[in-house]
RNA sequence: CGAGAUGUGGCGCAGUCUGGUGAGCGCGCCGGUCUGGGGGACCGGAGGCCGCGGGUUCAAAUCCCGCCAUCUCGACCA
């Protein structure tokens, strides 16, 4: 209801494009605005907290899938596709997950004109199903183990809903496997928490705690839960991968059987994990900045930009040639992962349509193309290039000239360069907010308001204490981190209680 | 699902209180000329069942009722 129509036009002038409201300002309408702006995705205005993912934000998600599916292949897990639908009757099987699931499932009732006899359930995920396949496709130890892994859509219908962090339908991997001991059951749980970890940040250059859940925050019918846990650039934390223990709960319920080595009959030990497109959220909220998007190369659908310079026809034509050569010099460079499965090739857009060459930069910084040439007559005299990298401190400085082959020849490393330090700048960030907090004023004041930041605090390890803190502050235990991902376990009261605790927590606002 | 806000051309909004003048503005879009190393200027254009459905009225973007969606906050969750 603002009187004057010009007023927030006169902050970003005549801005191509919408505007991107500022960190500091208003970071969840920051967050809306990136999407938009980098065109990654909408929201599915006609089907109730749907998306539509747009062709940018789906090619990010498809580097995804790419780089974790060669992950999982080289684990031994083979992919495989089960039912959209789930009888209503298999949710209810195992008590604590429909008792979990039961509030958010979508449920088929009528199809070819007729009501149902039984209901089908929109899968929200696919332990029941995949558990009673699991029966019938398992009867001796040498059927064990059984690993597979499913790239699906799921529904579960949320009641508040954010663009990728939390959508009534999104796309995700669950990888589903049984195992003749808890032991391999526990190694697949770690082995593949450690895939999470290591795509997290190695691929995504977003570092990540790894812990594991305390029970009120474990998946509903597992036996312990593990995750990575990021920070985003808020302070709030996003649980950007799970990976579950399911001992016998889902063999039990689903009379998974089979004969051990002894001769003895044993339920099989289970195991589920999985991402989702929830980390083309926490991409964005880990590394883009006022301007827009800000992408790791290794996820990058477009690594650079040609942006031609000229006055005259005649040169024009000149520039074209040579974005052209560079193009295809740049083209060649393979720049697949260290000892990946699949082959991966620089990306180069030359972008020449009549437009300003700033409005050009202007664009492609908002959708977090990585690095931009620009080229022009005097750089063709000089045979060199000018170079930005879309990093931070972006707008205007930071250009650098480079002979033209030196740049082809470094192209791959100056990816690598800024891939690391894309991981090192959120490594920082993440370290910078991390504090350790021993009494419930500092507790408090840490997270008053809508503030929040990753907290080590000692826990009494109560499930009262666990929720009161909530209650009290909104901040949840997002973790009890494992070796090396936290303090040195030491003895302690608890920050809220004041009771014994053996280590601390993770303490930190969720997404 | 509870509270609040919002819904007018692709984006951002004004107009709504107090019903009636051709539904406007900035940016983007299309055509043209000059331009071109960080959002250029000028000229000429296109584009709207004013979220949807009812109602009141001679007359509704505007008033009333219902619904839907989005956003923020809360309870629930990847």
Request: charged share 25%.
């Amino acid at each position: 209801m603002a009187k004057k129509p010009s007023d927030d036009q006169e902050q970003d002038g005549g801005k191509i494009g919408g505007k991107i409201a500022t960190r500091a300002d208003d970071y969840p309408q920051w967050y809306q605005d990136v999407i938009r702006e980098a065109e990654l995705a909408e929201p599915a205005k006609v089907v109730k907290g749907c998306m539509v993912i747009k062709p940018h934000g789906y090619a990010i998600w498809e580097k995804i899938q790419r780089d974790l599916d060669a992950r999982f292949k080289a684990t031994g897990h083979r992919n495989a596709y089960f039912p959209v639908l789930i009888p209503q009757s298999f949710i209810t099987k195992e008590a604590e997950h429909v008792e979990g699931f039961a509030p958010e499932l979508a449920v088929v009732t009528h199809a070819g004109g007729e009501q149902l006899e039984e209901p089908y359930v929109v899968r929200p995920t696919s332990e029941t199903i995949i558990g009673y396949y699991f029966g019938k496709w398992i009867s001796s130890y040498r059927d064990l183990p059984l690993l597979v892994n499913q790239w699906a859509n799921v529904m579960r219908w949320e009641k508040r809903t954010r663009m990728f962090l939390r959508t009534t339908e999104f796309l995700w991997q669950e990888g589903h496997t049984a195992h003749a001991s808890h032991e391999d059951a526990k190694d697949e749980v770690e082995r593949m928490l450690n895939v999470y970890g290591d795509f997290a940040e190695q691929v995504m250059a977003m570092p990540v705690i790894r812990g594991i859940k305390t029970d009120s925050e474990k998946f509903a019918g597992a036996l312990t839960s593990m995750c990575i846990e990021a920070m985003m650039q808020d302070g709030k934390a996003l649980q950007a991968g799970t990976s579950h223990d399911l001992g016998q709960n889902f063999g039990r319920a689903f009379d998974v059987k089979f004969q051990t080595e002894g001769g003895g009959l044993d339920y099989v030990w289970q195991t589920s994990w999985g991402v989702s497109t929830r980390l083309v959220g926490g991409l964005i909220m880990t590394h883009s900045d006022d301007a827009g998007l800000v992408l790791p190369p290794r996820l990058a659908p477009i690594h650079a930009v040609i942006v031609p310079i000229y006055r005259k026809e005649e040169e024009h034509a000149a520039v074209m040639e040579a974005a052209e050569r560079i193009k295809a010099a740049l083209s060649e460079i393979d720049i697949s992962p260290p000892r990946s499965r699949y082959r991966d090739f620089v990306e180069v857009v030359i972008d020449d349509r009549p437009l300003r060459p700033g409005a050009k930069f202007y664009e492609w910084e908002r959708r977090g193309v990585p690095v931009r040439i620009e080229l022009g007559p005097k750089d063709l005299a000089k045979g060199q290039v000018c170079v930005k990298m879309r990093v931070d401190s972006a707008a205007g400085s930071g250009k650098e000239f480079i002979p033209e082959a030196d740049f082809i020849a470094g192209f791959r490393a100056r990816l690598d360069t800024f891939q690391s330090e894309l991981l090192r700048l959120a490594r920082a960030r993440m370290h910078a907010r991390m504090v350790t907090i021993d009494t419930w004023d500092e507790f408090l004041a840490a997270f008053s308001g809508e503030q929040s930041t990753f907290a080590w605090c000692h826990w009494d390890g109560t499930r009262e204490t666990e929720a009161a803190i909530k209650e009290k502050t909104k901040a949840t235990i997002r973790c009890i981190p494992l070796p090396g991902q936290g303090p040195d376990p030491e003895p302690g009261t608890c920050v809220f209680s004041g009771k014994p605790s053996r280590q601390r927590v993770l303490i930190a606002k969720a997404y």
